[in-house]
């Protein structure tokens, strides 16, 4: 059997056997914006490299630095926030379960994840079949969006089909910045294949909610998405 392992302090506990509810959290509030921007940096590199790429060069000004790159991400972060506050599918939430590589992890924890959670931390375990029924009824019963359990990877391919065709979407909406920033450059962004915002956005966010950063990968994760 395996196992899914849920890490939470006190009052999640008190929360969850009181309301004999599995919470999840908005993916845009994680408390590390790493378990979320993995994935949307890494594309955004890439982007970037492919929308400057389309500038001619007598009409770049200089090379992009790290500082460049962290005002872009945040200038997405906000507009993906925007996005979803405004659309009619909402925000995408997220249950994490931690996974284990021997069976003492099963027994005593993750060493990580107990530091984590702190002191007054606990692990509730459940069977992966449990959570897939409970997902199953829960998809019967109310109306989602999505739900689903997925496992996370922690390396990106950038040669898979979703990887492409986000990075395709994401440099063009850099190349749309650069357009109208600076028109005399004379780049042509290809509006026609753009994807609406919403669209760009919930694919985006199910892409960066799959992949984390292999930093964290003792936690061999599955999430409810």
């Known amino acids: 059997m395996k196992l899914l392992s849920h890490y939470t302090n006190r009052a999640g506990l008190e929360g969850i056997t009181r309301t004999k509810t599995l919470w999840a959290t908005n993916s845009l509030d994680l408390k590390d914006r790493r378990e979320l921007l993995y994935g949307l940096v890494e594309l955004l590199k890439m982007s970037l490299q492919a929308a400057l790429a389309e500038v001619p060069a007598d009409k770049k000004q200089r090379s992009y630095t790290d500082a460049d790159l962290e005002q872009i991400e945040e200038q997405f972060y906000s507009q993906i926030r925007s996005v979803m506050d405004q659309g009619d599918d909402g925000h995408l939430y997220v249950t994490s379960f931690a996974t284990a590589k021997t069976p003492d992890h099963d027994r005593r924890g993750i060493r990580s994840l107990w530091k984590q959670v702190g ?64 028109p005399d450059v004379g780049v042509e962004p290809q509006h026609e294949r753009l994807w609406p915002d919403p669209s760009f956005v919930g694919k985006l966010m199910m892409y960066c909610a799959r992949h984390k950063d292999p930093y964290f990968e003792d936690e061999r994760e599955f999430r409810i998405l």
């Open 119 to 182: 002191e007054d931390g606990y692990c509730l375990q459940f069977s992966k079949d449990d959570i897939e029924a409970l997902i199953q009824r829960e998809a019967q019963l109310f109306n989602y969006g999505l739900i689903q359990l997925s496992s996370v990877s922690y390396w990106l391919d950038n040669s898979s089909v979703d990887f492409r065709l986000l990075q395709f979407q994401m440099t063009q909406r850099l190349l749309c910045f650069i357009a109208t920033a600076r």
